[in-house]
């Protein structure tokens, strides 16, 4: 199973990936957690993706297309995997197409003022990259992370100003792609507006009956 996660950001493409990836012992390719951790070992990649990310734009086609392909000559000689964040572009799908398949694609709906909140409250644990929200998905201990004790932090794109601009490059440049699965045949929507155990089971539900 080769699946595409698509939907805002902060619409728990993350959250839901990571469930889906636990159950079926497949690889979580996210590119923003790529570039996040070569931002934070300086390499040549985190050097580049830097400002764009902090910016809440997208890094160039270029860049991100020889990541993902280097890392899917990997993940395709397994069970399959699913992509979280890619493509974000017609570019990026088209590109994806000519090295790899897709066999279906899940797009969470979120309304904006919904992910304004959401990712104003998110906090996640650089150690161990685990997620929560202050409110929807606290963690046990106030400020710590549930899995490994380490303090929490808030990511540096998540303040209103990026998640606004986030969201603008969202619409113009990656809401295309649902007209682009749907014509392929491959594309589910799910709610995400629902709680996060109900939108698993949506999930759990497409996955069974594709
Ligand atoms: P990336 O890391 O991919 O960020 P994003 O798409 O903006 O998505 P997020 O990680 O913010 O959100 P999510 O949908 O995973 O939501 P989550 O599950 O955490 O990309 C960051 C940057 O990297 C980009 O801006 C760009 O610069 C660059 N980049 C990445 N890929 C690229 C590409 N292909 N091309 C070019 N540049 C690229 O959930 C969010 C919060 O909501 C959490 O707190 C969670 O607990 C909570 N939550 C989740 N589900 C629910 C629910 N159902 N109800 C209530 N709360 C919920």
């Not at 992910?115 to 644990?125: A, D, K």
């Not at 045949?185 to 996060?196: A, Q």
């Amino acid at each position: 199973m080769n699946l595409v996660m698509l939907g805002p950001p902060g619409s728990g493409k993350g959250t839901q990936t990571k469930f889906i990836c636990d159950e079926h012992t497949i690889p979580h390719i996210s590119t923003g957690d790529i570039l996040r951790d070569a931002i934070k070992k300086e390499t040549a990649l985190g050097l580049e993706a830097k400002s764009y990310i902090e910016n809440g734009e997208l890094v160039p086609d270029a860049v991100i297309v020889g990541v993902i392909k280097e890392r899917l000559k990997q993940a395709d000689a397994g069970g399959g995997f699913v992509l979280d964040g890619f493509p974000r572009n017609l570019m990026q799908a088209e590109a994806l197409d000519s090295f790899s398949h897709v066999d279906s694609v899940v797009e969470i709906e979120v309304p904006d003022d919904v992910i304004v909140e959401r990712l104003t409250g998110r906090r996640v644990c650089p150690e161990c990259g685990s997620t929560y929200h202050i409110k929807s998905d606290p963690p046990k201990n106030e400020n710590s992370c549930d899995q490994c004790g380490s303090k929490l932090s808030q990511r540096k794109d998540d303040n209103e100003e990026t998640i606004r601009r986030r969201l603008a490059v969202y619409h113009e440049q990656t809401e295309p792609l649902k007209q682009y699965y749907k014509e392929k045949g491959l594309l589910h929507e799910v709610d995400g507006t629902k709680g996060i155990e109900e939108i698993q089971n949506a999930i759990a539900d497409i996955i069974e009956e594709d």
